[in-house]
Nanobody, 126 residues
Framework: QLQLVESGGGLVQPGGSLRLSCAASGFTLDYYAIGWFRQAPGKEREGVSCISSNGGNTNYADSVKGRFTISRDNAKNTVYLQMNSLKPEDPAVYYC???????????????????WGQGTQVTVSS
């Protein structure tokens, strides 16, 4: 059974850093593009970043560009989201999602992804 599990969320002060992980089980991530999404209370889920199946191509929402870095280690079947310089507007539940395709040509849209994790909470507060 295809499963994604996010981890690494927590409470951090403004300007701090967190690294989220998205671990896959039941399938290999080698052939999947992976997207990170977030949803804050009362807001729609938005695409944050996407990485191609071989890690050679990435995309970022303007709101996180220069602060967040997506990466993957296919040998560990895991995708990461390094979040630096966290801001008060970044708190949300962060989700990873997988789509069976090699490329990542734009900011991810949730309707394009069929397999989702349960999410991990990120809180930014002093």
């Amino acid at each position: 059974q295809l499963q994604l599990v996010e981890s690494g969320g927590g409470l951090v002060q403004p300007g701090g850093s967190l690294r989220l992980s998205c671990a896959a089980s039941g399938f290999t991530l080698d052939y999947y593009a992976i997207g990170w999404f977030r949803q804050a209370p009362g807001k729609e889920r938005e695409g944050v970043s996407c990485i191609s199946s071989n890690g050679g191509n990435t995309n970022y929402a303007d709101s996180v560009k220069g602060r967040f870095t997506i990466s993957r280690d296919n040998a560990k079947n895991t995708v990461y989201l390094q979040m630096n310089s966290l801001k008060p507007e970044d708190p949300a539940v962060y989700y990873c999602a997988a789509d069976f395709r090699p490329y990542c040509s734009h900011i991810p849209k949730d309707r394009e992804f069929g397999s989702w994790g349960q999410g991990t909470q990120v809180t930014v507060s002093s």
